[in-house]
């Protein structure tokens, strides 16, 4: 199985900054896609940002956007502007076998500070 | 619109019982995926399916079942409930293959004793 690595198990930023999370994946397969997925307190889990493999330009969605190194196998997301919304779990999680599964990354939880 | 609906919230099971969970969907997705969440832990795939009658193994697989009779339906069950199955477990659906987002349910919260 492929594995999605995310190395910060807690984060903070203070309201307005901007702050980065890490996700490192594990693939041999040469089609795949990335996620970052957000979990709040009420355990929804949102789409945040979705990036194709074979795009090397990197994904953006207002205020957050990705930072895609497909030979380091890393897949980064950078909150702009943080906002105490923001504050929740966030799962990093790839594509495996031709895209039929999804795996998901350990979570980071991100904290905002007013 | 309702999306993905899972059905119980929150159960308590105590060793050797069985249970189904449903989860329902109203998009006419054809991807249907049951995952599990452990404490501080991402989701793990159980098992998913392509599309109505058919169903496949994730990463988890072991002492659960699932069935997709109807397309817009994906049952979970457990035969003997073990303590070890203690997790908030989610459904999720996908119009195609997981290149497109998945839609996830709000959980179920099942607790064995």
């Known amino acids: 199985a492929q594995t999605v690595t995310q190395s910060q198990p807690e984060m903070s930023v203070q309201e307005a900054e901007t702050v980065t999370l890490s996700c490192t994946y594990d693939t041999s397969e040469s089609d795949y896609y990335l996620f970052w997925y957000k979990q709040p307190p009420s355990r929804q889990m949102i789409l945040v940002i979705r990036?194709?493999?074979?795009?090397?330009q990197n994904a953006t969605e207002n205020r957050f956007s990705v930072n895609f190194q497909k030979a380091a196998k890393s897949f980064s997301l950078k909150i702009s502007d943080s906002q105490l919304g923001d504050a929740a779990m966030y799962f990093c999680?790839?594509?495996?076998?031709?895209?039929?599964?999804?795996?998901f990354g350990g979570g980071t939880r991100l904290m905002v500070k007013p | 619109n309702a999306g993905v609906t899972q059905t119980p919230k929150f159960r308590v099971l105590k060793t050797g019982q069985s249970m189904t969970l449903l989860c329902a969907q109203d998009m006419n997705h054809e991807y249907m995926y049951w995952y599990r969440q452990d404490p501080g832990m991402g989701l793990r795939l159980i098992h998913y399916s392509v599309g109505e009658g058919t169903t496949a193994k994730g990463e988890v697989p072991d002492g659960y079942n699932v069935s997709r009779l109807k397309k817009q339906n994906f049952l979970l069950g457990l035969e003997s409930a073990a303590p070890s199955q203690t997790s908030v477990y989610f459904c999720?659906?996908?119009?195609?293959?997981?290149?497109?987002?998945?839609?996830f349910g709000d959980g179920t919260r099942l607790s064995i004793l």
């Open positions: 999680a790839q594509t495996e076998d031709a895209g039929n599964m999804l795996t």
């Open positions: 999720a659906s996908s119009y195609s293959k997981a290149g497109q987002p998945q839609h």
């Open positions: 990036q194709e493999a074979y795009k090397q």
